[in-house]
């Protein structure tokens, strides 16, 4: 409102001008007398148009001022959700692509994000082989995968069925924790369904994932070349049991992972070696919809 005040009032005092100037300027119509009057107010105005002219600038800055401090508060808000973590960075409207190599098939899925929201999102798996919406979670200690079902790459998972009980501790730690010797545990209390010849038995038990940063290296990947990723190794460890018609039944299997996550891109390339044997996830493309 104080803009359009100011240019109301320079407008009138820009239009009279040429009309002092020209009456100015007329010798034998005005006495010189008049011709410094007219001299005078030419000069009162042109003084008042200067000062006016300046305060237009001084609220026009003013105004911008609170702008920038306006998108620079907004964007703090934006850059302090839980959910912020440049290695694992997640965007809408994008689509990160992956090529899987194990020892019984190869295949590609894709991965996107929806229902961003400030501590929680779900990341979206789609595949020929399995499709999955995973509930992530996200606080001050790091973000959560929250569902084990779908940590289904490995080769022993296949012809499994999870559901996730429980959980503590975090799937990936904050931006500030990403050093070479930083440590941290997941831990899943799972039911398992495993499908035998047509046949479901339920189990019950736990997966415990230990990780740690061990390196930053140059890593290679069809996607592209990424000259500093972070090698985060990680020991699994599943152990699953149940009591059938009075017999004790268990499952257990280990599993070594190596994951490469790159800055502002996020996981490029994985391998996991397990008893039945290796499996390899690589970043095909990062793409916008």
Request: net charge negative; charged share 30%.
């Amino acid at each position: 409102m104080k803009k359009e005040k100011i240019l109301l009032i320079i407008i009138p005092t820009l239009l009279l001008l040429p009309f002092i100037s020209c009456q100015s300027t007329d010798a034998s119509a005005v006495s010189q007398d008049s011709q410094g009057v007219v001299e005078e107010t030419k000069e009162t105005l042109e003084s008042e148009e200067v000062e006016l002219t300046e305060k237009v600038e001084e609220v026009m800055e003013e105004e911008v001022t609170e702008e920038v401090e306006e998108t620079e508060e907004t964007k703090t808000i934006e850059d302090t959700g839980l959910c912020i973590n440049p290695y694992f960075p997640v965007k809408p409207d994008t689509l990160w692509k992956y090529h899987v190599k194990n020892p019984s098939d190869a295949y590609e899925y894709t991965s996107s994000f929806t229902n961003i929201k400030d501590n929680s999102f779900i990341e979206k798996i789609e595949s020929e082989v399995f499709d999955a919406d995973i509930s992530w979670i996200c606080s001050s200690d790091g973000m959560v995968q929250s569902e084990y079902s779908a940590l289904m790459i490995e080769e022993d998972n296949q012809g499994m069925e999870f559901t996730t009980e429980s959980f503590e501790g975090v799937t990936l730690p904050p931006p500030e924790k990403w050093t070479i010797g930083y440590k941290w545990d997941a831990e899943y209390k799972v039911l398992t369904t495993v499908i035998v010849e047509d046949e479901r038995m339920s189990f019950s038990g736990n997966i415990v994932l230990k990780n740690e940063i061990v390196a930053i290296e140059t890593v290679t990947v069809p996607a592209e070349t990424f000259p500093e990723a972070f090698k985060v190794d990680t020991d699994k460890n599943m152990n699953i049991s149940a009591d059938i018609a009075g017999n004790s039944m268990s499952f257990n299997a280990h599993t070594d992972i190596s994951t490469w996550y790159s800055e502002n891109t996020g996981l490029i390339k994985q391998i996991s070696e397990a008893t039945c044997g290796i499996t390899t996830v690589e970043l095909l493309s990062v793409e916008e919809k």
